[in-house]
DNA sequence: CACGCCGTATGAAACATTTCAACGATCGTT
DNA sequence: AACGATCGTTGAAATGTTTCATACGGCGTG
């Protein structure tokens, strides 16, 4: 601080008096140095204004004090609902969240992989652009814990943790099977997003067992799972003759849900008596939507949390450490975008 | 990789029967390296998958390759759009971004600057709880640049990037003015914050201009800038008997914009023909609400993007780097929760 | 009184990299 | 043939911590 350079241990063993293993006794061990040296430590510490260099640390230390989180879409507020459980439970274990986006590139994807690995940091959490990237199994192998977020891992290779999509797809048309409804839109893609692909099998399957027609569950493909793409999937829904329109739509997030609901209701559709519609997430806006979107909810920051504790358990005893794929149950939360007579929110 | 520990720059130089330093030239300046001995060392690098220490590199090399941004408040979409300027930025420089949320607590807010004072990170941007917090200036001190985004630093000591929140007010005030309102809710709160404040007090200005009478400008506080808040503020709102009730309000944020249109929509009031609503930020859930929001746009992307670039100026010629404070012009985006007869979206 | 023990403090080694002065070899020039 | 200059490579020093074996001094015990 006086004169440019930052002061190091050195600097304060020096003022205080002490030895350099001794300030570092007083950072790591406080209990080991006695009451009055310390004082005499701290308080150099403070005239100085040391700041430890956390570089050096780790390097000796050869322990890192972050995890990552490489989220999949940095626009939907589902991923950020995720990140904030993990924040949560890394805070309690007294460590640092390194928040980074894919935005579903597999190159960028790569390239933040790679930084983290380079970081040393001492796990990492993602919802992979794939989740068979061989990347990940490289690095579990070095050592580094990986735990796989809102997908489950394919061969048990690594943690993950996940709700069941396809589940999920099938209490949203169950519910609106419940409403009578018989002719149903699902809306969603691109297909290659493993999400999307469960949804959507769930919905059939239910369709299926209910021993409704086939043709009934009409497939409105999209390219993303943006608001954007979602009011585009309304335009066409809109643009089908009455008589042969669905009078309900799942969709496969609730960006698009709210997209479709704000096509539909633009186009003069009343939601939900001519056009029910599901989401999926139940992200915060879901609730705020004009009319309140029906969706399916995924214990969103619990999902974090529990992928923390997986990454955490795996880097403090990597030894007697075995993986797990928890499955969380969604949960449909019934709105007015389905039910006819709702109560105000 | 083979005995478990990872390679070291010393593997790799045995490996490739080479020094110490030629591996670390090979990295570090390709272009003095003969080609040959380039791709034997390049080789042996990719055999023993060998990964840089990022810390050594660190700790020798001075400087790091991260910048970060402490945002105010996770669950607004603005501050990610923001974020992702910042990154957009961070990448061409070929920087990493490390991404904290104070969640507006300054406690949270504190142990993130002192952890990210520990990595020596390059640059710090942050929309701070308190932008006169003491924290910053004697981080700035120290010589890691500091830039506040979203507020303007007091006293020229730091640089910032930021709208005329003030000037946001009025046109946002002036836009329901023009539109023939005489009787305008002003909400938003607590006055705390400053973008709060600097957006009531433009709309004050602006309607002491135009000669209303000042008790027809009425302020519905809320505790925060939320969703539900806005919801509630719907509900004292709604509540206020038809001919004194005003016709439109202007929010100080969208989130309370998205939350005041749900409840009072909810409530039976027609939008905007009987409540014309305004909000501020323009996120991309404006648009998207089942009635498209009026909302005062931030360019938030360049305000981020903005940011970073002062922040690697000063990083990269601390010396005669001299501290700016661009202010930039909000912009109203008219749609159908103010104008009536609006084409659909 | 000798001994061992306990609570503290010390100093050197180690961590993985970058940097830089110095060195040897090759080659063109005089 | 001697001399510089150029090019590529080397080895050692330096970065700021943590860790660990060791030293020291005082005290209770046998």
Chains 1, 2 share one sequence.
Not at 58 to 65: D, E, F, H, I, K
Not at 85 to 99: K, M, R
Not at 313 to 319: C, F, M, Q, R, V
Request: include cysteine.
């Amino acid at each position: 601080m006086v004169n440019g350079r930052t002061p190091s241990v050195k600097d304060v063993a020096r003022s205080a008096g002490v030895s350099l293993g001794t300030v570092s006794n007083v950072m790591n061990r406080p209990e080991v140095v006695s009451p009055s040296t310390r004082e005499r430590v701290e308080r150099a510490m403070a005239e100085l204004g040391f700041v430890r260099n956390e570089s050096a640390r780790q390097l000796r230390a050869g322990t890192s004090r972050t995890l990552a989180y490489v989220m999949l879409d940095g626009s939907n507020p589902f991923f950020h609902d995720v990140a904030q459980g993990i924040e949560l439970a890394a805070e309690e274990a007294d460590l640092s969240l390194f928040i980074c986006n894919s935005n579903g590139r597999a190159d960028r994807e790569e390239v933040h992989l790679d930084r983290l690995m380079q970081q040393r940091v001492q796990g990492i959490l993602i919802t992979p652009v794939n989740p068979e990237a061989p990347h990940l199994a490289e690095i579990s192998r070095r050592g580094i814990p990986v735990v796989i977020v809102d997908r489950v891992g394919v061969g048990g290779a690594f943690c993950s943790v996940a709700v069941d999509d396809v589940l999920g797809g099938r209490i949203a048309v169950e519910h609106l099977a419940e409403q009578g409804h018989t002719r149903v839109a699902v809306v969603g893609g691109p297909e290659s997003i493993g999400q999307v692909r469960e949804r959507l099998e769930g919905a059939r399957q239910i369709w299926a067992e209910l021993g409704l027609p086939p043709d009934d569950l009409i497939y409105l493909p999209t390219a993303a799972l943006t608001v954007a793409e979602g009011r585009s999937a309304g335009e066409r829904l809109a643009g089908i003759p009455a008589r042969r329109r669905p009078t309900a739509a799942f969709c496969a997030n609730d960006l698009l849900a709210l997209g479709l609901l704000q096509q539909t209701i633009g186009a003069g559709l009343r939601v939900p008596e001519e056009l029910a519609i599901v989401g999926f997430d139940d992200i915060e806006f879901a609730a705020a939507a004009a009319v309140p979107l029906t969706s399916v909810r995924q214990p969103r920051q619990e999902l974090g949390r529990a992928a923390a504790q997986l990454v955490l358990d795996e880097a403090t005893n990597p030894d007697h450490h075995h993986h797990q794929q928890p499955l969380f149950v969604p949960e449909l939360v019934a709105r007015a975008s389905t039910v006819v007579r709702s109560r105000a929110y």
